[in-house]
């Protein structure tokens, strides 16, 4: 079991819900463009938010940002001690920052006891593409490790404990091992994900492969899904990904669609396409089918509460599989929401 690190009002370790992180791509500095974007990320369930604090100008615009927000926001910082200084006087409720690059021990120190103080924790981020040359003999996950623990030993030596770690990789398999020997070697709560994983699809399938791996291991107590896209979509990934495994902490709607075949009377994929977005806005556990045909459909979506089974002119709607309705198929839509309503 990991240890409990608590982010502003939510708590990361020990067995808590698995907490769904993404990261805002607006300048910082923009207030209006970031408070946007955070509450985009909010509505689609995003528990942790993390903004880039690059300069002097965007630690200041941090401050209207925090109390735009009761989401905790993370400020992601590299080298410069004096801007996560900055971010935490603004209110960031975690800093990124790893402790070994930001120059002579004093500054480590300082940063240490001034966070140690606020009691805003740090979040030890090593990517396997800016590792330190020292560690290039080693095979990658292990000189991610090492470099982490590295990272967790100088905090450590000046008594700060409030540690989460990260240890990501572009490539999916080094992430895994990298993140299983962590696990091993320290109980830190462990914020997982697979690193510049690429555009929509292939990001998507990286980090489902990755951090699907490793929650099934049981590592991992935060995930972020890092997608060259709206980070919206991070966000809803993440969710997939823990409802797939069965760690998604609340009720949902899941709709499941048959894939089509010869067999197929009606658009599975458009009407599917709608009744997903129609079960986003349902809080209720019920589990529906959009299945091409009635030869198949019914039996084969066996175990959902309700669906549709298309027919050539005609559809039948069915609850628990039994038909409860016969229905024209420009009324489906309709038809189905109506009988999932009623559940
Ligand atoms: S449910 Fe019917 S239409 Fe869909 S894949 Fe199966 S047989 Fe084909």
Do not use: W
């Not at 209006?32 to 604090?53: F, N, P």
């Amino acid at each position: 079991m990991t240890k409990k690190v608590k982010i502003g009002n939510i708590t990361i370790g020990g067995g808590e819900k698995i907490a769904v992180q993404s990261m805002t791509n607006t300048k910082t500095s923009d207030i209006d463009a970031t408070i946007a974007q955070l509450e985009a990320l909010r509505k689609a369930g995003c528990d942790i938010a993390r903004c880039s604090v690059p300069d002097a100008a965007s630690a200041k615009a941090l401050k209207t940002i925090v109390a735009s927000t009761d989401m905790p926001i993370v400020a992601d910082i590299h080298f410069d001690y004096r801007l996560a200084i900055a971010a935490a006087d603004a209110g960031a409720a975690k800093i990124r920052i790893n402790p070994g690059n930001i120059g002579d021990e004093s500054k480590v120190e300082y940063l240490a006891k001034y966070l140690k103080e606020r009691e805003i924790p740090i979040r030890i981020g090593v990517n396997g593409g800016s590792l330190d040359k020292k560690y290039e003999c080693m095979p990658l996950a292990k000189a991610m490790c090492e470099s982490a623990l590295e990272h967790v030993a100088l905090l450590e030596k000046h008594g700060f404990y409030d540690i989460v770690i990260s240890v990501k990789s572009s490539d999916v398999i080094n992430t895994i091992k990298a993140y299983r020997l962590l696990s091993e070697k320290c109980d830190y709560p462990l914020h997982v994900g697979v690193t510049e994983a690429g555009i929509y699809e292939k990001g998507l399938i990286k980090s489902a492969i990755g951090i699907g791996s490793l929650l099934c291991d049981g590592i991992g107590d935060t995930i972020r899904v890092s997608l060259t896209d709206d980070p919206v979509k991070e966000v809803y990934a993440a969710k997939e990904i823990l409802k797939a495994i069965g760690r998604y902490d609340g009720a949902y709607a899941e709709v499941v669609s048959c894939p089509t075949c010869a067999r197929t009377c009606i658009d599975v994929q458009g009407i599917a396409t709608k009744v997903e977005e129609y079960a986003r806005t349902l809080d209720k556990s019920v589990k529906i089918a959009v299945m091409g045909c009635v030869v198949n459909g019914i039996g084969e979506s066996k175990g959902c509460d309700v669906g549709v089974a298309g027919g050539k002119d005609k559809s039948v709607i069915f609850r628990d599989g039994k038909i409860i309705a016969t229905v024209p198929n420009e009324r489906i839509l309709d038809e189905l929401k109506r009988a999932i309503d009623t559940i």
